[in-house]
């Protein structure tokens, strides 16, 4: 465990700050040696001793802390009351392998699980609420915490070899990867351990560590690279975190030399069957695979006039043996499609793939599905594939790196996105919700929560510093998806930043609005894309408007969105259930952010705000610019206040968001305006 006590070595320690320690005179573990996690939990405690000099000025705070097993409870010096009051705060329910208690009388505090993983996360908790836990000094203080969803994943989108258009990491804005380098697994993964101890801090614990692209080099990971990948399996598994590996559905071809991966064949189930067996002997506690088929030109059960219930469970029966599980994502939609054809609406295509074979999946196939039916827009209607599927378990994909939401260059705090999501409900009369069916409280079988990653060897992880947030609340709202966003935003912020709580309150106003910002200079009323092809940042109204890629806008002289309803457009709105489509159905009752996403309306329609689409568009616009405007300001105000790495690189990106706003702003506004001829009604510039 020698890497553990070297954390954050020249890196950016994120919110694991040593600001964020407790003031402790004495801190012990009691945890079985065999636990898996007893020597990280431990090593976290020799950290806090590390800091104890500094921390022991503190004179109100917590003065004892023991993490200890329930069952070794009685063994400690505890004292009987304190004991007591532990077993009291346990749950009815239990604690399971990851819940943990908390339980303070005054200067002593206890940490309390069924086993190590539970302390790992207990201890976590604790450092993230520091300031909180110091202020209830004196007073008696017990919570109890569990994770609503089982697996909380993250997803690399990491390239072994640097690919010629997507880089080393696809849909990546802070540098290179830090797993790979020249077609190979890092030697050194102190990187990868630093990683792995910032996902454990807020509660993840599965991790698969490569491009659901999978490409030529990343396929050998199932073979030449078996033993690197056990390396990095390891220290995954020193923080609680499964690994999971992204395979090519024609690896059988790819490597095994077969002329087919049908998955009705034998010799394609036996050569998986041997394929999954060699993994196994090198990762016994592997999670499974994470599978792309079908999606975007890669290939999949299609080809053999094959469906992806038999595909899914060809890879689910070669895991089944060994406890694995089998990650299979639904972006299955048409990307080549011909513009002029109106019959096919690319949001359609993963609910009528999968639903009809909803009931066919094996119990260890996990459906993954994104949260809205085109591509992690900053406004779209939620999948109604994941409250559709009612036999088959679901896991809900996000997006943390920011793909479409200003890759990392421009604030967008996501947690606002994520909470409504998770709060939706499925059937707009009482649930259940998308955080019902991932935490697996709606009663169905579940995959839990997954999401794309936004790290990279960028000295601060993330390439925006506020970025970190993103990734900080991914977690904590996998773990509660009932968390408050400004709450966890709030959490973060305090364990990041060494600045006082008006500063900090300050820069928490500033970034917790940031989403609806974005979403006002960008698309208009969750029409979505009209971004530059390919790269995705920046305006280009009409870049995907005559391509293969199902994204468009429809704008003409009189009107613009999509019409997905029944009465007259592509018959989407009839894929949820009433009366959620009826309320879609009809553009009175439609909500307005979605109106586009839905109808092609007219610019003269008048929305609820009492306003036309006309009007909403340029007024947005204009709002959005002059909030970036109003960022800055804000920023500035405070910026000194932060440290010079910070500093440099807020004051930077902020810069070129406010760039990127005008010209998003000037764009989509010229643009309507040409199409429409309608002027501002408030007379400001908008370019002809
Ligand atoms: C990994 C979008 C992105 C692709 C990504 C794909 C996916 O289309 O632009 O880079 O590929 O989603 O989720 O598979």
Redesign the pocket.
Known sequence: MSGVRSFFAGTDPCWLTPATKQPVLRAEVSVDSADPLADTVRAELDLLRQAAGAADAAPDGVREILLCTLDRLGRTPVGRDLADAVHAAVPRAGLGAEGFVVVRRGERLVIAAGAGRGLLYGWYHLLRQAAPLAATTGADHTEAHRPACAVRMVNQ?DNMAVHPV?GSV??GYAGRSFFYRDGRVVADLSRVRDYARLLASVGINALSVN???VHATETRLLTDHLPDLARIADVLREHGITTYLSVSYAAPIELGGLDTADPREQRVARWWAEAVERVYSAIPDLGGFVV?AD??NRPGPFTYGADHADGANLLARALRPHGGTVYWRC?VYDCHQDWRDRSTDRARAAYDHFVPLDGRFDDNVVLQVKYGPL?FQVREAVSPLIGALRHTRVALELQITQ?YTGQQRHICYLGPLWTEILGFDTTGAGGPTIGDIASGRAGRPTGGVVAVSNVGDDANWTGHKLAQANLFAYGRLAWDPLASPDEVLAEWARATFAVDAATLAELTALMSGSLRTYEKYTAPLGVGFMVTPHT?YGPSVNGYEYSPWGTYHFADRDGVGVDRTVASGSGYTAQYPEPLASRYEDPASCPDELLLFFHHVPYSHVLRSGRTVIQHIYDTHFDGCDEVEDLVRRWSAIADRFDAATRRNVDERLAEQLRCAREWRDQVNTYFFRMSGVPDAEGRTIHR
């Open positions: 989108w997507m696809e849909r491009n659901v692209n792309k999606s975007e972006f591509d793909e995705h």
